[in-house]
């Protein structure tokens, strides 16, 4: 299964595009950090640590998850 990591240093977001349903809650939560029309679309810069953990414990399909953990 393809997955993309994005890392801010801290923390790296796996990305299993396979899994997305598009459900956009991503979009909806960070829209600042997640959009979907640039390359790269995801840009952790434009949020803290805690801001992004916590969207991505709201990933419905868990194509967004954290290195190490699995949902």
Known sequence: MKTIEYTNG???ILW???????????????PRVYRPSER????????????LMDQVA????GALS???ETK
Not at 16 to 30: S, Y
């Open 16 to 30: 299993r595009p396979d899994m997305c349903e598009h459900a956009g809650i991503c979009v909806k939560t960070l």
């Open 58 to 61: 709201k990933c419905p399909s």
């Open 66 to 68: 954290l290195k190490g």
């Open 40 to 51: 790269p679309w995801v840009r952790m810069e434009y949020a803290t640590t805690g801001e």
């Open 10 to 12: 801290e923390i790296t």
